[in-house]
């Protein structure tokens, strides 16, 4: 087939495959992709076609091979790292919009909702009337922030620093636990990841105030210019809270940018249990979140909230265009204001970050609080802190499990424990490969105090109470059967009477 012009008006067609196939996957009529891992790579091994195969063809391509051996993300056993699947009214709003509205830059309907739904992101969140911009990610929404806090920061001592570079060192505050896009975004913003002083934790994970405090007084006494402090409102890690008001009050007092990431753990605000612990966050200059994290938009959505925009487009100018010119209206009076969304450039979103073509990306997060509005965001959130606190409850119960970390958002961190096992790490390493094998319940692993942790992240739309329960239930089976099969072998060995997992546990 050699059709070179896509039809107009056949989507119900095949968006209707399409959503079969999902539905399908959905229902996890599949085993991993890993199991059949050789006949799809086999089947998707072809050369560049030089004739097309048709929209027919593509459509079942992508039902029968692609769909099938996707991601297991969007399984309600999924809680490793901090990432879910997406809901069904952000995958719809998705489709709509990469339609109706491809960029976010025109006047249209979906630019009234991207301000619109930030407005209610703000509303929401404990943020006020901070004023936001979407990115793609937590990553981007990071550099965004601390755009700006460098623009603020070299401003303060009479340079623009996005027009002349910088001229002097410079320092961001973090603590250890921060996400490593701290760094990087220090990198790309020319103060070098090396600027990044992290501070140390306390035991439960959280910055250590004094410890920020004194770092601050060296450096600037060795003259080095501080450009932002970065809290954290629920660490990657652990979900821990760093405190953000006593992080606030020492930026304010040294005039330094008070940036708080709260990518993962901002959300956690509308848990009534939890709210004390953002107090201090409206000291923030600039906060992000991710909505494609707890909220379950699909990848692609982070936002970055500040209190005047026009800092963002000093830091993020772009240069005069010729191919603008004449395109985007110039009101000199002559002719009659027309308004088009061909041209009519809504707000300009373009000029508060990185993004210049960019998906709409607030009709997500719109269609999702529009589907279960802000009380059904809420006992989502409530339901997976209580996951976490599940879970830690059958550990203080069990004496085969280990709690490591009290959880503070949905995020539990615990092991199996067992007299005799003499290398605890190596064990529950090999309890969450055969558990992972299993494919139902599947957490990541984290460590804790350099201390091996199966770490779940309650996140899913999907995920419910069972989830908590069959994840303890599967953690204990296996370790009993690991450590039954252990003593069978050390048994055979007259040497030990310990066990070394790492002798003796056949490779999975
Ligand atoms: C996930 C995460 C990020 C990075 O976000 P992406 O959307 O993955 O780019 C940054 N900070 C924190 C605290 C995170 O949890």
């Known amino acids: 087939m050699s059709a070179d012009r896509a039809e107009l008006g056949n989507f119900e067609t095949w968006l209707a495959r399409i959503g079969a196939g999902l539905d399908r996957f959905l229902q996890f009529e599949h085993p991993d992709a890993w199991a059949n891992r050789d006949q799809w790579l086999e089947r998707l091994e072809q050369p560049l076609p030089e004739d097309g195969l048709g929209i027919d063809a593509v459509t079942r391509e992508i039902v029968d091979t692609l769909i099938p051996n996707g991601q297991a993300i969007t399984r309600p056993g999924f809680t490793g790292y901090i990432v879910t699947g997406p ?156 405190p953000l008001a006593d992080i606030g009050e020492v930026a304010r007092a040294h005039g330094i940018w008070y940036h708080v990431d709260g990518a993962y753990g901002l959300p956690g605000i509308l848990d009534a249990r939890l709210r004390p612990l953002y107090r201090g966050l409206e000291l923030a200059d600039s906060v992000i979140v991710d909505p494609h994290k707890w909220l379950g938009a699909a990848i692609g959505v982070a936002a970055t909230f500040v209190h005047d925009r026009t800092i963002l487009e000093r830091a993020f100018t772009q240069e005069a265009s010729d191919y603008l010119e004449g395109t985007i209206e110039q009101d000199d009076g002559t002719e009659p204001r027309i308004e088009h969304s061909m041209d009519g450039f809504g707000i300009p979103y373009y ?39 599940r879970v830690a409850d059958r550990c203080r119960e069990h004496e085969n499990l280990e709690l490591m970390l009290e959880p503070t958002l949905s995020i539990c961190c615990f092991r199996y424990v067992a007299p005799g096992i003499d290398d605890l790490d190596r064990f529950n390493q090999r309890l969450h490969r055969r558990l992972v094998r299993e494919n139902e319940y599947l957490p990541s692993t984290t460590r804790i105090d350099g201390r091996l942790a199966l770490r779940p992240c309650f996140l899913g739309a999907r995920t419910g109470d069972g989830q908590a329960d069959g994840l303890v239930d599967a953690v204990l089976r296996i370790g009993a059967a690991l450590l039954a099969e252990s003593r069978q072998l050390g048994s055979r060995s007259p040497k030990r009477n310990n066990v070394a997992f790492r002798d003796v546990i056949p490779k999975p």
């Open 87 to 242: 809901v069904t009214a952000a995958v719809l709003a998705n489709a709509a919009a990469s339609v109706a509205s491809p960029a976010r830059y025109s006047s249209t309907a979906f630019n009234r909702v991207e301000e619109l739904s930030l407005d209610w992101l703000a509303q929401m969140l404990g943020l006020g009337a901070m004023k936001g911009v979407y990115s793609g990610g937590g990553s981007v929404a990071n550099l965004v922030g601390l755009g700006a806090a460098r623009q603020h920061a070299f401003e303060q001592v009479g340079r623009d620093p996005a027009r002349d570079g910088l001229d002097r060192a410079a320092r961001v505050y973090a603590s250890e636990e921060c996400h490593h896009t701290i760094q990087r975004s220090a990198g790309v913003l020319g103060l070098g990841r090396r600027a990044v002083r992290l501070i140390a934790c306390d035991a439960g994970k959280r910055m250590r105030v004094d410890a920020l405090a004194a770092a601050i007084n060296e450096d600037l006494g060795a003259g080095l210019l501080p450009v932002a402090v970065v809290a954290n409102a629920g660490a990657t890690n652990t979900g821990a809270i760093d």
């Open 351 to 389: 000029n508060f970050g990185l993004e210049l073509s960019s998906p709409c990306r607030g009709v997500v997060v719109w269609a999702m609080l529009q589907e279960i509005g802000v009380a059904g965001m809420r006992a989502r959130i409530v339901r997976h802190n209580d996951l976490a606190r």
